[in-house]
């Protein structure tokens, strides 16, 4: 179970570094600054944006899960 937790930990951690970054690039693009720090939990006016954001959004409780199980095992 640790091995799985593990391991979802690790893909979830890379799509949210991936995410974040087309995200980050986009809002850049867009607006010419940095977004703010709670992007993922603000809508965004961009179509293109927001469906990264959602994604974003839709990965973080499975990585949170997944690194609860695997800290808190025994």
């Known amino acids: 179970m640790a091995l ?3 391991a979802l930990v690790m893909s979830t951690s890379f799509g949210l570094l991936v ?3 087309r995200y980050l690039r986009g809002y850049v693009a867009k607006h010419g600054r940095i977004p703010p720090a709670s ?6 006016e961009d179509p293109e944006l927001e469906g990264v954001r959602r994604v974003a959004l839709a990965l973080l409780p499975f990585y949170l899960l997944a690194g609860l199980i695997y800290f808190l095992r025994p």
């Open 4 to 6: 799985v937790a593990l």
């Open 19 to 21: 995410s974040g970054r």
């Open 39 to 44: 992007w993922m939990f603000h809508r965004s």
